[in-house]
């Protein structure tokens, strides 16, 4: 059996789940975790439907692009990940998606800001947009390397889709649910004419620091592990 096998598991079963519930279609978007200890990550192969795959179609990339275990290619969003980890420490956990709302917002190009405090406890005190460059480019990944300082766990990829990291895997579906939860809510808030309210940003800051605090944890543990 293979070393990395819980992580195929989870990266399986995410990107069943992101497919089963709408937030991507067929091949779309891709799932990653962090391998602990070791300077690679197990993600979704290229082109491949995630309702037809199997643990071991999983692959395990390290983060100088080499190939550690796998048949098939690995996602075309690869260094995006290795980009994410490399600058945000924090993060255990990338999910790329295309959640119909906030893909919404990605065409207008709008950011979705805190409405919610539970929402700003598990992303942040806004969704940013990060700026277009195509799929699987070294422009795309330095877009959201930009993004990245304002540790914020949740992006919106104009004219592409959305990002969400966590400290675990299922911190970052959640992150997926609640941001694409918050788009809806202030799609439609939008619609009504009326200027929709946020919450209040003494609040917005005081729980964001909640959340940069686990954050903060989460590094810490990884510095003393070494």
């Known amino acids: 059996m293979s070393n990395y096998e819980r992580y195929k598991q989870e990266v399986l079963r995410h990107g069943q789940m992101m497919l089963s519930k709408g937030y991507t279609v067929g091949t779309g978007g891709n799932v990653s975790i962090r391998v602990e200890g070791e300077e690679a990550l197990v993600i979704t192969p290229s082109n491949r439907d995630y309702g037809e795959l199997a643990p071991d179609d999983i692959c395990v990339v390290d983060f100088g692009l080499t190939t550690i275990e796998g ?91 959305a990002l969400s990291i966590g400290t675990s895997i299922g911190r970052a579906f959640r992150s997926l649910e609640l941001m694409e939860k918050s788009s809806q809510i202030y799609y439609h808030a939008l619609l009504t004419g009326e200027k929709p309210t946020t919450l209040p940003s003494d609040l917005s800051d005081l729980l964001f620091q909640l959340l940069k605090a686990e954050q903060d944890l989460e590094i810490e543990k990884k510095r003393k592990r070494g």
């Open 71 to 161: 048949k098939y290619s690995p996602s075309k969003e690869t260094g995006l990940h290795i980009a994410v980890y490399r600058h945000r420490p924090d993060a255990n956990a990338v999910i790329h998606s295309h959640p119909i709302y906030t893909s919404i917002f990605a065409l207008i190009s709008r950011p979705v800001p805190a409405l919610f405090d539970e929402v700003v406890m598990s992303i942040g005190n806004v969704t940013d947009v990060v700026p277009y460059a195509l799929s699987g480019s070294d422009q795309l990944v330095d877009n959201v390397r930009e993004k990245l300082s304002n540790r914020c766990n949740c992006y919106i990829l104009q004219n592409h889709g």
